[in-house]
């Protein structure tokens, strides 16, 4: 059974930072695009951003470009999203998420396209 944990959550001053991780398990990581979504209270889940299999392309929400940084490590099965320049809007549960690439360039904000989802980490923003 495929395993998505999330960790690196937590509370955070207005223009702090923190970098969340996304162990991958039972699944051929690098076949796979990964995703960061997020959800706050009251709220549709959101799409944050998206990386490629390769590392070679990666996507972002509008809000949150620029100031977030999405990257992989393959040979650790590990996803991760570095967070800048927080806002209390940033608050929410963030989740991780694996698409089956299948050798494709593939990127989707679409939460539907994905095959996998972790349990996801609280991240709340203090003003």
């Known amino acids: 059974q495929v395993q998505l944990v999330e960790s690196g959550g937590g509370l955070v001053q207005v223009g702090g930072s923190l970098r969340l991780s996304c162990a991958a398990s039972?699944?051929?990581?690098?076949?796979?695009?990964m995703g960061w979504f997020r959800q706050a209270p009251g709220k549709e889940r959101e799409f944050v951003a998206v990386?490629?299999?390769?590392?070679?392309?990666?996507y972002y929400a509008d809000s949150v470009k620029g100031r977030f940084t999405i990257s992989r490590a393959n040979t650790q099965n590990t996803l991760f999203l570095q967070m800048n320049s927080l806002k209390p809007e940033d608050t929410a549960v963030y989740y991780c998420?694996?698409?089956?690439?299948?050798?494709?360039?593939?990127?989707?904000?679409?939460?539907?396209?994905?095959?996998?989802w972790g349990q996801g980490t609280q991240v709340t923003v203090s003003s």
């Open positions: 039972r699944l051929t990581f690098s076949n796979y695009a």
């Open positions: 990386i490629n299999w390769s590392s070679g392309r990666t």
């Open positions: 998420a694996a698409v089956q690439a299948y050798g494709r360039d593939y990127l989707t904000p679409n939460e539907y396209d994905y095959n996998y």
